[in-house]
């Protein structure tokens, strides 16, 4: 059974907390994670980019010039698709770019996320954050105890609003409630930092 240590905001080691091996022991499974994040970020896409065909660009109504006769190549509008200003033939038109990923590669995506971020020793956990008010000062010097730099993801309790408020302002640092914990925000950074309050919600969900 895989563990961790539990530190508090000061750094310092609360105890040794065993881990889930059916969510923290895990081969990680790379395909479906790649799946997963490209779904994730298939349905943040717009698709709102539209280009005009032939029919919907102005003008043109009027045959350039008779059709025998000239010597030149037969032409029925100035607006096809070969004359400047023309319309577009493959273009893009709105559409949507969301694609379904089962419930059950989600689970093993976020297992296998977890698994791999305990394995390369990128997983911190912190007994409880504990700030009285939101204050980011505070918030820089918990990472800066734990050592942590760079791209940081922080993962905290849903009704942990002071931790939200406090870590939010701070640069190279993405926080999410647990409850909104993806796969792509719990790879696309350097560390990850849960509380253990959100890591007994992870538990409860992923097991």
């Not at 990128?122 to 918030?139: I, M, Y």
């Not at 999410?176 to 790879?187: A, C, F, G, R």
């Amino acid at each position: 059974m895989a563990n961790i240590e539990v530190k508090n905001t000061s750094g310092k080691k609360v105890e040794v907390r065993d881990l889930n091996a059916a969510v923290f022991g895990i081969e990680p499974n790379i395909p479906v994670m790649h799946q997963v994040v490209r779904a994730q970020r298939a349905s943040w896409r717009q698709g709102t980019h539209d280009t005009k065909t032939r029919g919907q660009v102005r003008g043109g109504g009027k045959k350039p010039w008779r059709q025998k006769g000239t010597g030149r190549a037969r032409q029925g509008t100035i607006r096809a698709p070969q004359w400047a200003g023309g319309g577009t033939v493959f273009g893009p038109h709105p559409r949507s770019y969301a694609f379904r990923v089962n419930n059950k590669e989600v689970k093993l995506a976020l297992r296998s996320a977890l698994s791999a971020k305990l394995a390369d020793e990128e997983l911190f956990v912190v007994d409880s954050f504990g700030f009285e008010a939101p204050k980011t000062k505070d918030a820089k010097a918990c990472l800066e105890a734990l050592n942590v730099s760079g791209r940081t993801t922080i993962v905290v309790g849903d009704e942990d609003v002071n931790a939200y408020l406090s870590f939010r302002n701070l640069p190279l640092v993405e926080v999410i409630p647990v409850s909104e914990m993806n796969t792509y925000d719990l790879v696309n950074n350097k560390a990850l930092v849960i509380s253990a309050e959100a890591l007994n919600r992870i538990e409860e969900v992923l097991a």
